[in-house]
């Protein structure tokens, strides 16, 4: 094997040609990993954002379960955000990769509660749930905050984010 190198890496194949060889494949080495680097962590096309979580309550009491989704207000500004309510609490996110955040902006506000009978979308066509039967049973699921809370046109919900936030909190009234 040291053979091999060694021609590999000197006409003549000296030892010094072994050391030229290894300080390329160091050199090749470090600069592969530094492109695997540079692609695996930069910019995923999200832009900046920033880590928000907080609590949604109805009259002073959490709600169990739901979602809050933040619209942009100015639709150039990029994507909306949206979470997960559980026990009151949520984390936003953009990509839905877990809690990668919002970005920065001013945004209208919706909250759901509403719980879809997913026994009612049992029927099935290619896989997945037909949309006539999904769009029903979202239609005849019951929340407990009021159905105003559930479009940002309605909700009267606005949020301005321009950093990380970990008290944003809306309680929610009749």
Do not use: H
């Not at 000197?10 to 680097?37: C, D, H, N, P």
């Not at 940002?152 to 009234?173: M, R, W, Y």
């Amino acid at each position: 094997m040291i053979a091999s190198v060694v021609s590999l890496g000197s006409q003549t194949g000296s030892v010094a040609g072994v050391g030229r060889w290894r300080r390329l494949t160091v050199a090749g080495v470090s600069a592969l990993a530094t492109i695997v680097w540079v692609v695996g962590c930069g910019d995923d096309g999200f832009g900046t954002r920033y880590k928000v979580s907080g609590t949604v309550t109805y009259k002073g009491q959490p709600i169990e379960k739901g979602t809050i989704n933040f619209y942009p207000v100015n639709p150039e500004q990029g994507r909306g955000a949206f979470g997960t309510i559980t026990n009151g609490s949520y984390t936003l996110t953009t990509s839905g990769a877990g809690n990668d955040g919002i970005a920065p902006g001013k945004y209208k506000v919706a909250v759901d509660d509403r719980l879809v009978d997913e026994s009612k979308t049992s029927g099935f066509s290619g896989g997945s749930a037909k949309q006539d039967d999904v769009a029903k049973a979202i239609a005849q699921a019951k929340g407990r905050i009021p159905t105003k809370y559930n479009l940002p046109e309605t909700s009267g919900l606005t949020a301005t984010i321009d950093g990380p936030k970990s008290d944003l909190n809306f309680d929610l009234v009749d």
